[in-house]
């Protein structure tokens, strides 16, 4: 039974008297209307790229299990509030031959077109962004207890949601988890995160993805055929990219595109209109920059200036190029991408067999770290030269581990940025040390940069694998031999108190050690139950008793000062190697900061037992 007529607010009067009137136009063929919406989806059956939340749908209207409110989010102009308005058609679906809710739209129903012009009396449209508060929310509340005035429910397409303030929220929420049966809510928004939790968990959730640049291609292919218009398929690929996955913004930009050529929509046209540099020559400037041929990078560069492309836009290119090749390394089949051009998918793996990982990762970083840099920059055009003069040089410069192989061989260790992809040199099995250099911005007085140099030592590669021994038994306690610091710190190594480790390391320096009695002296920062704490873990970890006394002498130099000399000597020696000499040399401002000892040599950093310890253990 119907109840009383719903008090309608002011604002959704106006709403309903200002689409009553644009319905109205449209019918007597009006004003021209824009491809966006002349060509907005009518059915399930014409929204393109979204099949997974079609089939759900789908299934749930076949099986009568329709939620009671749904929350449509993604990024602008894939088809929120569009299919928003399908899914309330879908709802109040009813024909001389269907008489219930429906997906299969394929006839026009009693209220199928007053709902797509959103002028249906039943279906309330309202703007989140521009009603944010709760006495909105207050209307809403009030007008659910009525029912619909002629079709099957009452639907609420909610816009921007997220824009509702927290009280609105609130208000929202008892409504949201129990509506009268004849209300259905249905939410759009592209700040999903903005969203309370709250009003999730009421909703049936549904993002709508990006639609993908091949069937983006083809849905304006097709509009194209519709409107009689010609356009090339390189202007669609270029359309379909500036797009980025949104219908709204594809159509909004190919209806310029038709504006501008007044004919035949060309590359040309839409490079022109949009400033974009032209793709074949934007691979011609990456292969001069691979090459380092600064002075012809920079003359394509500024020839694609004055044509009309944006420098940042030109980095941007050149950054997106970049990944390609890099994909193409590893999935060879992203060259049949549609919405690629002929010259990258010609060009684009010859680049990626020719560079390797490692210039391609440098070339990546360095454009990203470029783009906001000219995007920032008063001068957009000279702070796109500076970046290419860096990408340039920075191309011709060796790896590390070239700069190594052109030492031992005595010749240039520069390669060819087009040569074939350098490999790393593989261990010699020797247990030597490697450099391992680390580029990074230094002070200098010339203001260039510096590289820092790290020294690690690298890991012998044996020729087989042998078995897995077997676990050696922990021995037992009374036969637990503690003749220095560093038997100490080995106990607490094996028995996982790494705290207790580091302070031993750190703070405890050995006097005397004899068979149950430890005296020792201790750091400044040692605390002050260290000593009680080193009585308890000895008499644990091996059985017997112990006095632990502190001494007055200073004692021998803890195992974290015999650790940094071995450091210090081991750096100076490095430095003294010819290898390293030459490499400190050939790389201005370069320092050696770390050595890594190899494990066979780690046991000389354990201190020698005092004297007289072997007379104490025989006796």
Not at 349 to 366: G, I, K, N, T, Y
Not at 513 to 520: A, D, M, Q, S, Y
Request: charged letters at 25%.
């Amino acid at each position: 039974m119907k109840g009383p007529p719903a008090r309608v607010s002011d604002w959704q009067t106006e709403r309903h008297r200002t689409m009553s009137e644009a319905g109205t136009a449209d019918r007597k063929d009006g004003p021209y209307r824009v491809l966006a919406r002349k060509y907005r989806p009518h059915d399930f059956r014409d929204l393109i790229g979204q099949e997974p939340m079609v089939r759900t749908l789908t299934n749930a209207f076949a099986s009568g299990r329709i939620a009671q409110a749904w929350m449509l989010t993604g990024v602008r102009g894939v088809g929120k509030t569009t299919t928003a308005r399908i899914l309330a058609r879908a709802l109040n679906y009813k024909t001389d031959a269907v008489d219930q809710p429906s997906i299969d739209l394929a006839g026009e129903g009693e209220h199928c077109r007053a709902i797509m012009e959103g002028r249906h009396v039943d279906v309330v449209e309202m703007d989140a962004a521009s009603h944010t508060g709760i006495d909105d929310i207050r209307d809403i509340i009030e007008q659910v207890r009525y029912a619909p005035v002629s079709a099957r429910y009452k639907v609420y397409i909610i816009d921007e949601v997220h824009m509702l303030s927290t009280q609105a929220f609130n208000g929202l929420l008892k409504t949201l988890e129990e509506p009268p049966p004849h209300v259905k809510f249905i939410f759009a928004t592209t700040e999903i995160r903005k969203v309370p939790i709250t009003v999730l968990s009421r909703c049936q959730r549904f993002d709508l993805r990006r639609i993908e640049a091949g069937v983006l291609v083809g849905h304006l292919r097709d509009i194209a055929g519709k409107e009689q218009i010609e356009a090339d398929d390189a202007a669609l690929a270029m359309i379909t990219r500036a797009a980025e996955g949104s219908a709204r913004d594809a159509l909004s930009i190919f209806d310029q595109a038709i504006a501008h050529s007044a004919g035949r929509v060309t590359a040309e046209t839409v490079r022109g209109m949009l400033g974009l540099a032209d793709r074949a020559r934007v691979i011609d400037l990456f292969e001069k920059l691979m090459a380092g041929e600064i002075a012809e990078a920079l003359g394509e560069f500024r020839a694609q200036y004055d044509a009309g492309a944006d420098p940042a836009v030109v980095l941007v290119d050149l950054a997106e190029f970049t990944h390609l090749v890099t994909r193409l390394k590893y999935v060879p089949e992203a060259a049949d991408d549609p919405s690629l051009t002929e010259d990258e998918r010609a060009r684009g793996p010859q680049f990626a067999e020719a560079l390797s990982v490692r210039h391609l990762s440098r070339a990546w970083q360095m454009l990203l770290k470029g783009i906001s840099e000219v995007q920032g920059s008063n001068s957009p055009v000279n702070a796109g030269e500076m970046v290419l003069i860096r990408l340039a040089h920075a191309a011709t410069l060796p790896t590390l581990d070239e700069a190594l192989k052109g030492l031992e061989a005595g010749g240039d260790a520069a390669v060819p940025a087009g040569a074939a992809p350098r490999r790393a040199p593989q261990p010699s099995g020797n247990g030597g040390v490697r450099a391992v250099a680390e580029r990074t911005p230094v002070a200098s007085g010339n203001g260039g940069g510096a590289a820092t140099l790290r020294l690690a030592a690298s890991e012998p590669s044996p020729q087989f694998e042998p078995p897995p021994a077997a676990p050696e038994p922990e021995p037992a306690a009374e036969t637990v031999r503690v003749a220095s610091v560093a038997d100490i710190a080995a106990l607490a190594d094996r028995h996982r108190d790494l705290a207790f480790k580091v302070l031993v390391k750190r703070c405890v320096r050995p006097v005397k050690i004899e068979p149950g009695r430890l005296e020792v002296s201790l750091t400044e920062e040692a605390p002050k139950t260290l000593l009680g704490d080193i009585t308890a873990k000895l008499q644990q970890w091996t059985g017997r008793r112990w006095i632990v006394s502190l001494s007055r002498e200073r004692g021998g130099d803890t195992i974290a000062e015999i650790e940094a000399g071995k450091r210090e000597s081991a750096i100076l020696d490095a430095r003294a190697d010819p290898e390293v000499a030459a490499i400190l040399s050939r790389f201005p401002g370069s320092r050696i900061i770390d050595v890594r000892i190899p494990e066979a040599a780690e046991d000389d950093m354990a201190p020698a037992p005092p004297p007289g310890d072997d007379e104490d253990d025989e006796s």
